[in-house]
């Protein structure tokens, strides 16, 4: 029987919903206990958080003043070691997962299977590769631990129950490398919802044409209550910063209503949101590629459009 | 000192692969193949690094075929002293690329290596990060920006939350993000001084590497199409539609 070990990822001391995707990747497994692991220099919020998602055994906590902050060479020893005993290791895709991931991998000498979609078997997965343009179903060797990054995008997150996990402190022997060190994280304010976790984005490309334009974007997401995200070409041309760029290099995400607005519809970018529920392309040129996966187009000029649409709203 | 850049070569960006129809793989006979579009920017950052005297010397990796000396050539004529072209005919999973990679820090003693990070056409993200950890080095993955001084990086990283700063000691892998710089173009008389540069072959099977294929691909899909959209002819049409759906 499978015994599965998550890590989970979080910020400020908040859990990221990444972590309960996770999870429900790892029920697919019908695993017989699915523990989650947090790391960090004070845990207990955290691990409260963790605890209360459906389907987890227990919640582990290391509490070192090395984790404050998640550096993959610090971390990658102690999740290298809690692992023993687990036959997969489930990690978000996301920055952090990717980062810290297949270090571990490698200090277990297995192989990783990047970006898990969907759990076939115990150690059958399907992934997409050449930019989402193919799905390939991968094979784990069964005598050798699974570790996987889970692909956010294709798995909701497992529910909140009023039932508690327990929790448990670990105490991990193992020694710390000290030659990687944090120095600052420069985030960019928002009190709009995640781009990852939204139910509906508004992405501006190119065609929004200044950092000043992207004011319309911002200001209809607000109206909705949307996150709003970005093509490559608009954070190239510097109107809004890389975080919110939507592709295969940026985020992939999966809402229920993405709105391209000035978006072509590059390869790169449909990947990001080949998976969103309904796809809304705004954009003056009929013949871009965007128009061949939305659900509803409409042709015409942003900036006379939003503002129509704000009036029909 | 010595910089090792990854260089991989894939089926082109602009390529709209096709899955072949039994399902056994990728249809990549005739297809145009190129580097890796993050190889190209880590070679590039090589090349900036000597231009500042940081670095002496730049070597660029690449695991492949026999064929592979073409695409060798490209990165010796954007500028790299010299190349080395591990030959194997078989497909290289990032673990086993890893391991490579470590015999030639072993020879080559690097102050640092710099690959991309992530090829388009396995899209793993994983050859940097494993090979940092079989290293016992740091790693600073996703870079945007690297500062080197005083045996260390001070690298600029792009994660969901923003941009963060680590710091990390050399010798180091660093992983290259897009907005990390622009990479330069070939020019004319730089692709006829390569023909002179030294390519270091390497059979894959001197270096003692164990394959490691632990993970099997068993079948190739087309991803699931989406059915075909409507075209509105306003946005009064469109948010009726949105709110039909219970979107708005």
Known sequence: MSKILVIAEHLGGKLNSST???????AAVKAEAIDVLVLSDAPDAIAAEAAKIDGVSRVLTVARPENAHPLAAVLAPQIAKAAAGYSHLFVPSTTFGKDVAPRVAALLGVAQVSDVMSVEAAHTFKRPIYAG????????????????TIRSASWAAAGNGADSAPIEALTIDAALPTHTRFVELKQGSSDRPDLQSASKVVSGGRGVGSKENFDIIYKFADRIGAAVGASRAAVDAGYVPSEMQVGQTGKIIAPELYMAIGISGAIQHLTGIKDAGTIVAINKD???????????????DLFKLIPELEQAL | ?????????????????????????????????????????????????????????????????????????????????RAIHVVTAEAVQPLTAARVFLKLIEKEQPGLVILGKQAIDDDANQTGQMLAALWDRP?????????????KAKVTREVDAGLEVIEAELPAVITTDLRLNEPRFIKLPDIMKAKAKPIDTIEFGSLGVEAHD??????????????????????AELVAALKQKGLL
């Open chain 2, 139 to 151: 790693q600073a993955t996703f870079a945007s920006q690297v500062e080197i001084a005083d045996g």
């Open chain 1, 133 to 148: 343009n193919a799905i390939i179903t991968v094979e784990a060797d069964a005598n050798h631990p699974v570790v996987a």
């Open chain 1, 286 to 300: 009929g013949e871009a590629p965007i128009f061949e996966i939305a659900d509803l187009g409409l042709v015409g």
């Open chain 1, 20 to 26: 309960a995707r996770a999870v429900s990747a790892a």
């Open chain 2, 214 to 235: 632990h993970l099997k691909t068993t079948h190739y899909a087309a991803p699931a199409k989406r059915s075909k959209g409507v075209m509105v002819k306003d946005a």
């Open chain 2, 1 to 81: 000192m010595k910089i090792l850049v990854g260089y991989k070569r894939v089926v082109d960006y602009n390529v709209r692969i096709q899955v072949k129809p039994d399902g056994t793989g990728v249809v990549t006979d005739g297809v145009k193949l190129s580097a890796n579009p993050f190889d190209d920017i880590a070679l590039e950052e090589a090349l900036r690094l000597r231009e500042k005297g940081v670095a002496t010397e730049v070597i660029v990796v690449a695991i492949g075929p026999a064929d592979l000396t073409a695409h060798l050539r490209n990165g010796l004529a954007m500028g790299a002293n």
